[in-house]
Nanobody, 136 residues
Framework: EVRLVESGGGLVQAGGSLRLSCEIF????????IGWFRQAPGKQREGISC?????????????YYRDSVKGRFTIARDYAKNTVYLQMKNQKPEDKTVYYC????????????????????????WGQGNQVTVSS
């Protein structure tokens, strides 16, 4: 069974840091792009970061970020633990929401492998979500 399990959320003070984890079960880990998304109540789910699959191509392992988090968030893959991390630094109040990870077989994180895509449409399986709260 394919499962993705998020963890590491919680309370963080504005300006502080928090690391989310996405542990993956049931498929070949490096054949999939892994994306991080977030969705606040009443808002559309939006992609914030992605790490490409590890196929033998020029985009293998590339990382991508939404402009609003670029320079603050870092995505990384730990092959030994079958886990993708999202290190979030300099947290802002607008970062308060539910975060999700998802997988995309053979994904390059990009719309037709062009620009980085924040769309949810190419992702096959999703974690249950993990709450992040940013206090002032």
């Amino acid at each position: 069974e394919v499962r993705l399990v998020e963890s590491g959320g919680g309370l963080v003070q504005a300006g502080g840091s928090l690391r989310l984890s996405c542990e993956i079960f049931g498929f070949t880990f490096d054949d999939y792009a892994i994306g991080w998304f977030r969705q606040a109540p009443g808002k559309q789910r939006e992609g914030i970061s992605c790490i490409a699959d590890n196929f033998g191509r020029t985009t293998a392992g590339n990382t991508y970020y939404r402009d609003s988090v670029k320079g603050r968030f870092t995505i990384a893959r730990d092959y030994a633990k079958n886990t993708v991390y999202l290190q979030m630094k300099n947290q802002k109040p607008e970062d308060k929401t539910v975060y999700y990870c998802a997988d995309d077989f053979g994904g390059c994180c990009r719309y037709h492998c062009g620009a980085y895509s924040t769309s949810t449409r190419d992702y096959d399986y999703w974690g249950q979500g993990n709450q992040v709260t940013v206090s002032s």
